[in-house]
C-alpha cells in the first residue's frame, strides 16, 4: 500500500486494523490456510495466533489523521464485520465510500 500511495500527499496509510475499540487484538488462522485470517479466539475452536497488531475505531483514525472525514475506507475482515458495525450509527456518517467483502457467516 505504501509503494502504491507514495505520489499522493492526501492519502494516509495506517498500520492497524480497522475494529470496534482501541486495543491490542489477535490474528488467528483457524484452519484455512493463507485465505481466512481472523480476530479473535477462533469461536472456541484450537487455533493458532499468528500476530498481534493495533486495533483503532474509525473515530479514532480519523481524530489521528487529523481529517474530518475517511474518503474510502476499504475493508475485507473475514468475518469481523459484524463486531466493527455493531454500534455503526455512531460513526458512518464520517465515511465517505465504504467498501465491505461480505462473509456468509
Not at 470496534?20 to 484455512?32: H, L, Q, R, Y
Not at 474518503?71 to 465515511?95: P, Q, S, T, Y
Request: one cysteine or more; glycine letters at 10%.
Amino acid at each position: 500500500m505504501l509503494k502504491n500511495t507514495a505520489g499522493y500527499d492526501n492519502i494516509f496509510a495506517v498500520q492497524a486494523a480497522v475494529w470496534n475499540a482501541n486495543d491490542t487484538i489477535e490474528i488467528v488462522e483457524p484452519g484455512s490456510g493463507n485465505r481466512g485470517f481472523q480476530v479473535g479466539s477462533g469461536n472456541g475452536q484450537q487455533v493458532e495466533s499468528v500476530m498481534t497488531c493495533r486495533g483503532m475505531d474509525s473515530d479514532s483514525i480519523i481524530y489521528e489523521q487529523g481529517v474530518d472525514v475517511i474518503d474510502i475506507l476499504k475493508m475485507d475482515m473475514e468475518c469481523g464485520e459484524k463486531d466493527v458495525f455493531e454500534d455503526a450509527e455512531k460513526r458512518i456518517d464520517r465515511i465517505g465510500i465504504l467498501t465491505v467483502e461480505l462473509h456468509y457467516r
